[in-house]
Each structure stands twice: as C-alpha cells, then as structure tokens.
DNA sequence: TATGAATGAGTATTCATTCAT
DNA sequence: AATGAATGAATACTCATTCAT
C-alpha cells in the first residue's frame, strides 16, 4: 500500500528536508561566489557546481540569480536586525551600555566583511533593477529606521541633542562602515572601523544639550 | 581615394587627432555604461557601439577591459586630486574657508554620483584582479593622504587635535561619501551630503585641544 | 487519511475511474497544445501543467510525447470514420442526398480547424519517426479508402464514371480540406471550404458516363 | 600603406562574396533542415554545424531563426512567382499551351516535395509568430493572386466562366498541391500529382460558357 | 497512481578575442 | 588605425526523463 502513516514525520519529511537541505546549499554557494566575484561575475552553473548539484536543481529551487539574491537579502536584513535589536535589548536605556554595545557591533562589522560586500552588490543591483529595488528598498528603510532609533535613545540617554534626523544619520553611518568594508578588501592595511566610533563620540562630543533644534 | 600623403605633416597630426578622438570616445562610453551596469554588466561591444565604432576600434586602442578600466582610475584620481588641491589653494590657512571649501566639495559629490559609482566600481574589480589591485592602491593611497593633508591643515587651523590619524579620518569620509552616493541612488528620498558635514562639524566639536595625543 | 480500502470494489473502481479523468484531461490538454503550438513547441511539462497534473502522472499514463500523439491519431481517427459512415448512412445511396451530406461534411471541417491542424501535425510527424509513420499510414489509407467508397457510390448513383482512382481522389480532397484549414489560420481572409464542393460539382460535371475507363 | 585599390574589385569584395558563401551555406543548410526536421526541431547550432561554421557565424548574418526563415520565404516566394510566370510567358493566351504549361508545372511540385514542406513550414509557424504572419500574408497574397490570373486567363481563352472567385480556386489549388506533397512523404505509394491535373480538368469541364455568374 | 526534486543534455544567445582586409 | 566576419567558450534557461517517496 503507497499509504503513508501521517504520524511519521520521518519518512514524508525527509523529502521536505531533503529539498531544504539543497536549497540552503545553493544559497551558502550563491552568498560566497556573489561577494567574492560580484552578480555579474557569478554564474549559475558556478553556483550549482559549487553546492554540488546540476544547474536544474538549482531552478527547481529558484526561478533565476535573481531570485537567489532576494532570498540572500531577506537572510541579511533578519540577520542585521537581529544585531540590532540584540544590542538595543543587550542595553536597555543606560547610555554607556549603548555605547558599549555600539562599539561591539562596529567591530563585529570589521569582521564580517562578507555581509558589507553583499550589501554592496544588493545595493548596486537595485540601482539596476526595478523589480528588485522594490524589495530592497523596504528592507533598507526598516534598516535605517532601526538603527536611526538606536541613536535616538542613545542621544537621549546622554542628554544631547541629534545633530540631523535620526534616519539621515544612521544612512551615514551605515555608508561609512560599507565603504569602510570595500576599502579594507583593496587596501587591507587601512584603517578598522574603530574610525565608526570616532565619528560617532565626535558626534556626541559636538552635540548641543537638548532643547535646540537639528541643524543638518 | 581615402589614402593619405604621409609626407603631408597636417594630415599626419590629424591622424593622430584622430586616434585621440577615437580614444576619447571610447572612454567616455566606457565610463557611462561601467557606472550605470558595472563591470560585468558591460560588454567590450556595448562599448564600441555606443562610442560609435567598431570592437576592432576599441582593440586598437586598449587591451582589454581592465585596460580602459585603468584608463578611467587615472582620469578618476586626476579629477579628485584637482577637486582637493583646488580647496586647499582656494583657502590657504583658513580654517573658516577650508571648511566652506569642503562644504562644497561635498555638495559637489552629491551631485557627481557617477564619479562615487565608478569609485565602486573600481574598488569592487580592484577586489577581484590583483594586477589591477596594484595601480589601483597607489592611486587609493595618494587621494587618501591628499585628503589627510586637507584635515591636518583644517584642524590645526582650527587649534585642535586631530582625533585619530589623517588618513584614517579621510578613509572614513571617502567611505561614507561612496557609501552615500550608492544609497542615493537605490533610495533618492534619502540623506543628502549635508550629513558628511554634519560629521565633520561633530568631529571638530569633539576634538580636543592640541596637546592631547589622538585616540584610535 | 487519505488511504483507500483496496477490498472495497466501489473505491477500486473510483480509482481506475480517476486514473481515467487523468488520462483524458492529460490528453486534451495534449490535443489543444499540439494544434496551438505544434508537436515540437509543446513540451510535456506544459501538457501536464495544463492538465493541472504532474510530470510524474503524464509519464504513469504514456510512455512520452509520440506515444500521447498516437493516442490522439487514434481518437482523430475516429472521430473522421464515424463523420463519414454518417454520411454514408444518413443518405443511402441517393446521389442528391450524398451530396447534400458532403457539403455537410466540408462545412464541418471549416469549423474544425482543430482535427484539420491535428492531422498535418501527425501527418508532418509520420515522416519525422518512422515508427509512427506505420501506425499514422494504416489509419490513413483506411480513412482514403472509406471516402474513395463514399465518391465511388456519389459517381456511381449518378450514373457517372470515376475520372479517376477512388482512393487518389480522396487523397485529393483531404489534401485540400487540409491545406485550406491550414491557410484559414494564417490568412483568415481567404476562401471558405465552399471551394471544395466547387470542385467536387467540377468533377462531377467533367465527369464522362458510365463505360469509360478512368483518366489519371 | 594600408590604402586600397577601389579599381580592383578583387581585393576590396573578396570580403563581402566570402560573406555571402557563408551566408548562402546557412541558408541551403537551414532549408535542409527545416524542410526534414520542421522549425521546432531544427537547432541553430545544427543549421551551423551542417553549414561548417560555428554558432557565431550564425548570428552574424541573421538575427534568429526566424530571420533566417523569412530569408526562406522570400526566396521561396521569388521561386514560385518564377516557375508561374515562366507558365505564362510560355504560353501566350493559347490556353492549349497553358494547359500544357501548368501540367509541367503541377509534375514540377511533384518533384520539389521540398518547398511544399517549407511552405507547410512557413505556414504553421506563420500561425504561431505574428510577426512571421504579417511577411508570410503579403507573400502568399501575392501567389495567390498570380496563380489566380493564370487560371482566369485559362479559363477566357477556353471561352468558359470561372466558377468561383480566382484567388478562390488558386488557393484550392495550393492548398491541394501542398496537401499532396504532404501526403506523398508519409504514404510514397499515394497518387502522385497528375490528381491535380483531373480536378482542373473537371472545372473546365463543369465550367458554364461564359456569360453565367460564377456558383460560389 | 501520482508527486516533484534532481539530472544531464539540450536550447538560443552573448561574450571577448582574433585576423584578413 | 579601423573594420567586422568568424570563432569557441560561456551565458541563462528548458527539456525529457528518472526515481525515491
């Protein structure tokens, strides 16, 4: 009898977990090759070969690259918020621990140059297709929001005013450590990112008490 | 008869004119499309066609694709280095001065986004060919240390200490500036430049006064 | 569940019955892909997709594209037999009346457009594979055959002699129903099937007494 | 000097006849080849394979398959009105002689079984691609249109009335021959085209003096 | 029986590059 | 110096077919 026992999850998921394993191969092959070779530079055939699967397993899978790089940017953006919010939840309203917290999250950057570099190429891949700036743009704003109301609460712990709207900074910051990670590659004996948080205490240092209003 | 007396010296130099000509049009093709599809979005074809000539064409007058890539840094650091020397000259010591000539010089960035896109663009390939990697860094370095030397110059003006070494400092605002303009592009609503000076501002709010040694 | 008592014969029944509604939408779907776009423009991914089954269900049911083909040989078959033995019968051997039934029959096929575009593909697919070809030539010279009589019994109720083989005649007229339905599609404009029965009152008219030998 | 002689034809053409070979190879290959694998199973590396060029060579000198195929309509189209016209020329207005003629021309078809393919070919993918359709239509409007003067020259010199429309009875007539050669590939020992013959003769013979309207 | 993930060979098309002209 | 036809390898993607479930 074909029938199969719904109590066993064993054998009726094993087909289920079989296809997710592939999938999470291809996109660990994908994730690789786009940040060290770029969406041009990356093949399909080179991302299949690479998780060791025929290239019709990878459009059983997906429906082309770039469908890959949105499942890439969904990853980042939980990734990157989880960090976030780790650090807002880490810290709760006391400013040093912020800090503290900020500084780590800096130095995790250095790091994890992989993710800067794939962000790079979302970044220019949105720039050139439509469809995908959709989808990227709302992450990007979620993103920029959150760690805008990060700076929020960490200015306001230390009694001082943001000098800009708390979104335009946190776009300044995040460029800074993306442009910081792009250079590291080319120019590895640069500076780290301990340079994020000179900017970030000069910026504190050079707010004005609370009560004045944003000057940017 | 379209053949040519090469005894003719007028006709010779117009030769040569010529060639420039044909050069120049092949860079400036080339600089269009690398920053509007990026390197690996932009065929030798492509470039040919839109500079109006034949592949051969461009055969003739480069090696390949990094080579009129390299071509592009060189004009690409020109350009930059000129920006920069052109503040510097413009204000002498002034501090009041070199800082509005830097405010216009990020004004300036905003409004040159395929410069920022082609810097990318080049860092990104500097990342992936080695050859290229090299001339790439000495150009890198060069802009950077120009770029330390304006910040030295401003911040000693200025009676304070620079907080932490000038080329870091430059690094972290050309990663930013990069960084921004990558942004602007897939999110136009966002920031504009005004936020590299309201770094700046903070950075020379928070320096402390010559005499302290700089903190990174 | 969705298991089935194999000892109850009302649910054995209800599966042959569903293995059966497969197999007939799996062929109508091949039939409306195969006249749209042809044996070698339908894949039989689109044909189980049409048929909202899998793959896997086409390839329980046929053994791959030619055999699904020859199935629909079969049907086309006797679709025409059973058109032409109602003619036959429907009239007798009265010659009006026979040929009140051809005209019948010619407007039929204006509107079938699709067996007509069917036909020419199994025709055109017979002398592709060899193995098909067998099969479409026994149900072809059956079906010349079966109006070779027809027009045999026409010429003769009118007392007329056949200007020509039966069967030859046959393979005139369909080689015309054919090719007219197949220039309705591309040039809809164009003549209606009245022109077969133009010909066929030629032929008739042309057509010498009963004693004479045939001509071609 | 790399000047040229534009007197010497030699040197400066020797480029565009070598094009042209390669040109006509792919097009005698592709007619090949669709004519005995059909449009859908005709592969464009095949078409270059069997022509002795590379894939490339292909699509420097067309733009798809289907530019290659209007290549074929067009010369099938200057081929046919060739072959009607010489009918005509020969013959006079001596319908004897354009009797004559057009029997030679229908035992012509019976040999080149290879445009009626094509011609089936044209047809069907006329019917798929509508803009193949708006080519194919201007052509075969032509055809039918000269094959139509033809008949209604043949039918004035006979002193007999037209029973339909002449593009009417053209299209019969084409669509019969193309329906034949069909037919003749799949079933070799069918009739051969002298069927064709019988049924003009029968609409001269059923044909009214002139003077009547035509029936249709 | 029916599923659909996976395969491997195939498809059309584009690429950087060469070379006779 | 500039042309552009031709190459051969690479590209994204589709195909018929298999097989564990």
Same mark, same amino acid.
Not at 54 to 82: P, T, V
């Given at each position: 009898?074909?029938?199969?026992?719904?109590?066993?999850?064993?054998?009726?998921?094993?087909?289920?977990?079989?296809?997710?394993?592939?999938?999470?191969?291809?996109?660990?092959?994908?994730?690789?090759?786009?940040?060290?070779?770029?969406?041009?530079?990356?093949?399909?055939?080179?991302?299949?070969?690479?998780? +060791?699967?025929?290239?019709?397993?990878?459009?059983?899978?997906?429906?082309?690259?770039?469908?890959?790089?949105?499942?890439?940017?969904?990853?980042?953006?939980?990734?990157?918020?989880?960090?976030?919010?780790?650090?807002?939840?880490?810290?709760?309203?006391?400013?040093?621990?912020?800090?503290?917290?900020?500084?780590?999250?800096?130095?995790?950057?250095?790091?994890?140059?992989?993710?800067?570099?794939?962000?790079?190429?979302?970044?220019?891949?949105?720039?050139?297709?439509?469809?995908?700036?959709?989808?990227?743009?709302?992450?990007?704003?979620?993103?920029?929001?959150?760690?805008?109301?990060?700076?929020?609460?960490?200015?306001?712990?230390?009694?001082?005013?943001?000098?800009?709207?708390?979104?335009?900074?946190?776009? +300044?910051?995040?460029?800074?450590?993306?442009?910081?990670?792009?250079?590291?590659?080319?120019?590895?004996?640069?500076?780290?990112?301990?340079?994020?948080?000179?900017?970030?205490?000069?910026?504190?240092?050079?707010?004005?008490?609370?009560?004045?209003?944003?000057?940017?």
């Amino acid at each position: 009898m074909p029938c199969v026992d719904p109590a066993n999850p064993s054998s009726r998921s094993s087909r289920a977990e079989s296809q997710a394993r592939t999938r999470e191969r291809l996109i660990e092959a994908a994730r690789q090759l786009l940040v060290s070779h770029g969406f041009g530079g990356t093949s399909i055939r080179d991302i299949a070969e690479r998780a +060791g699967f025929s290239q019709g397993a990878f459009y059983s899978n997906f429906s082309g690259k770039e469908d890959i790089l949105l499942e890439l940017l969904r990853r980042y953006m939980e990734d990157e918020a989880a960090q976030l919010s780790a650090v807002l939840d880490r810290s709760g309203d006391a400013a040093d621990a912020m800090l503290a917290g900020l500084e780590l999250w800096a130095a995790e950057l250095d790091r994890e140059t992989d993710w800067a570099m794939l962000s790079i190429e979302l970044q220019l891949h949105a720039q050139r297709s439509p469809a995908f700036a959709v989808a990227f743009l709302g992450v990007w704003e979620a993103h920029r929001h959150a760690l805008g109301q990060l700076l929020t609460r960490l200015f306001h712990g230390l009694g001082r005013q943001l000098p800009a709207e708390p979104s335009a900074l946190a776009a +300044g910051f995040m460029a800074m450590a993306h442009g910081l990670a792009l250079q590291r590659l080319s120019a590895p004996d640069g500076p780290g990112d301990c340079v994020l948080m000179v900017f970030l205490r000069g910026l504190i240092a050079g707010a004005a008490p609370r009560g004045d209003g944003p000057g940017c």
